[in-house]
């Protein structure tokens, strides 16, 4: 069975810090990967997404920055946080086992920039 | 303009009632998936429920079910026999395929719903 992993589940930074979050598959291969950020009563904003290793398409100008270093490992990243990069971030996959499409989100991470 | 539409910030039930949650959605596409997820106060998302734009018969899992009413846009869910379980906010989603025919699975998001179930 398919397992998405994130870590770490919450994390505190000081505004100008730098961030890496980081998400790995198990149990599928060539998986299309997701980065989601909810903000605090709010749904979810695509931020990036990958169709392939080395493959990263941007959603919303940003802050942020994503990179897939593996097939099945996607990592969220920042130079500089802001206050505004303050949310819960999910990250999700696809596969061909998703027969209706749908996608299937990791435990998220609580990221809290002060 | 939003591309999904869910009208109530929240909704209360009482357990073992069925309650509807409604969701509207905005595409010019004719091929689109409309989706259905929940979140519990921890934060995971866990897919419910599936209606692709040309299924002919409304879906249906377990106690789930979508009410599909393409003509109107709409695709509410249907929660029968509401548990004390069931309390959490739940997401309408929908793909929508891009000029060149593929969507790469992205999903957009309603702002939610959050159900209260009342013993």
């Known amino acids: 069975s398919q397992t998405i992993h994130q870590w770490p589940a919450t994390l505190v930074q000081p505004v100008g810090s730098p961030l890496s979050l980081e998400c790995t598959v198990e149990g599928t291969s060539n998986p299309n990967l997701y980065w989601y950020r909810q903000a605090a009563g709010r749904g979810l904003q695509l931020l990036f997404y990958s169709v392939g290793i080395g493959q990263i398409s941007s959603e919303v100008p940003q802050n942020l920055s994503a990179s897939r270093p593996q097939d099945r490992q996607f990592i969220l990243s920042s130079k500089k946080l802001l206050l505004s990069d303050s949310g819960f971030y999910l990250c999700a996959w696809r596969g061909g086992t998703a027969t209706k499409g749908e996608q299937y989100f990791g435990p998220g991470t609580r990221l809290t920039v002060t | 303009a939003q591309k999904i539409t869910q009208t109530q910030p929240g909704m209360f039930v009482q357990e073992k009632e069925a309650v509807t949650l409604d969701c509207t959605y905005d595409?010019?596409?004719?091929?689109?998936?409309l989706f259905w997820y929940k979140q519990p106060s921890s934060g995971e998302m866990i897919f419910l429920i599936y209606q692709g734009s040309y299924d002919q018969q409304n879906a249906t899992e377990g106690r789930y079910s979508l009410n599909f009413q393409k003509a109107r846009k709409s695709a509410n869910l249907v929660i029968s026999a509401s548990q004390l379980g069931d309390s959490a906010m739940y997401f309408c989603?929908?793909?929508?395929?891009?000029?060149?025919?593929?969507?790469?699975?992205?999903?957009?998001f309603g702002q939610g719903t959050i159900l209260t179930v009342h013993p």
């Open positions: 595409t010019s596409d004719p091929s689109y998936g």
């Open positions: 989603a929908m793909r929508e395929y891009d000029a060149g025919g593929t969507s790469y699975g992205k999903l957009t």
